[in-house]
């Protein structure tokens, strides 16, 4: 069957809704920030096609530090306004980039990762993470996705004890 475009943005709609209900009901009732994130990157990286890493980067000081994630071993530490993390957490806006060679100052964690979505988490008004999605393939991410990871992160944002998880 051949997706028509508005076929194609239903599909991820409806997909993304999908996840949003999964990761509520995972939620529901436990406070434990830890398990929380753990418990998201994980259904986020079963749910969505075609990804090879999913997770959290968490403020930490002056820098993001590796959070709860799916994937291989990734970069510990990432400066604010270095790379496609360090990006979104600098411009306090959703990187969508369908091509991380191009990107300029791309830090290569996994080499076969071709294609990144990062959507920051703001509380208060301040930055408090980002939510980091990879693909082996180019042109994974469109604007579909980047509206219905940035709903899934609006959603989580007051489930999660945000002090403490960037605490440590």
Known sequence: MEWTSE????ATRRGYDELRQRV??????????????????????????GLNWAGFYLMRGEELVLG????RPACVRIQVGKGVCGTAAATR?????????????????????????VVPIAVDGRI???????????????????IGVEALVSDIVPL???????RG
Do not use: K, M, T
């Open 7 to 10: 076929g194609h943005e239903e």
């Open 24 to 49: 509520a009901a995972l939620l529901a009732g436990e406070g434990d920030w830890l398990a929380n994130l753990a418990n998201v990157s994980a259904a986020v990286f079963e749910s969505l096609e």
């Open 68 to 71: 709860p994630f799916q994937g």
């Open 93 to 117: 806006a959703s990187q969508v980039v369908p091509d991380v060679h191009a990107f300029p100052g791309h830090i290569a964690c996994d080499p076969r990762s071709r294609s990144e979505l």
């Open 128 to 146: 408090v993470g980002v939510l980091d999605l990879d693909s082996d393939r180019p042109e994974r991410f469109d604007e579909g996705d980047r």
């Open 160 to 166: 999660i004890d945000w002090e403490r998880a960037c």
